[in-house]
């Protein structure tokens, strides 16, 4: 699960971009909705709704269009300003960013096809989900929490980091259009592959 989580990705995509321009927060709130959606896939699995989960793909295939769009707007905002402005960092915590950045996690997890295969399709070749007790599903939800969780997480650290050593070295215009130009091909993978 942990290697899985650190593949990058539109998740790890929009941790990094929540997490550098609007704080460590605001990325932490992405990785709490990604968890979350992690979480309703086991639930399906452990539920024996499978199928739904699987038809969840091409329910969310609209979600992901417009999240690949999404990113390719802001990657190209990011890789088209002058390098005379700064990257705008916006590190207050309102409830609205939060909620928005959580949010934002928990739908892309929920049309990330990656976690639908694992989930409905390989994790009941590594766990016996007949025979599963109470202990078995709490340790599966702590796996799932610390293994997807941490490492977003850490991407979510890294990033905010970078963003304010970027800050400090006059980097901005260098950082903003290796940030653009990532974000630009991870929301045209998204699309892609929608």
């Known amino acids: 699960m942990g290697t899985l989580a650190a593949i990058p990705s539109a ?8 997490s550098a321009t609007l704080g460590i927060a605001n990325g932490l709130a992405v990785v709490g909705g990604i968890v979350l959606g992690d979480l ?4 399906f699995a452990l539920l024996g709704l499978s199928v739904i989960a699987e038809a ?13 769009i999404y990113l390719i707007w ?10 005379e402005t700064e990257i705008k960092v916006n590190k207050t ?3 609205w960013s939060l909620a928005a950045s959580f949010v934002a996690g928990f739908v892309l ?3 990330d096809i990656k976690a639908i295969i694992f989930y409905a399709s390989l994790l009941p070749v590594f766990v016996d989900l007949s ?9 599966l939800i702590f796996i799932t929490i610390f293994s997807v969780g941490g ?3 850490i991407y979510a650290i890294f990033s905010d980091k970078v963003a304010a050593y970027a800050q400090k070295t006059n980097m901005e215009s260098t950082a903003r259009k290796t940030v653009g130009g990532l974000m630009v091909g991870a929301g045209g993978y998204l699309i892609v592959k929608a």
Do not use: E, H, P, Y
């Open 11 to 18: 998740s790890v995509a929009l941790v990094v971009a929540r």
């Open 40 to 43: 309703v896939f086991i639930a």
């Open 56 to 68: 969840m793909g091409s329910l969310f295939m609209i979600v992901k269009v417009i999240g690949g």
């Open 74 to 83: 802001l990657g190209c905002s990011l890789f088209s300003k002058s390098g």
């Open 93 to 95: 915590n309102n409830n």
């Open 109 to 111: 997890a929920l049309g």
């Open 131 to 139: 025979a599963i007790q109470s202990s078995d599903i709490l340790t």
């Open 151 to 153: 490492v977003k997480a």
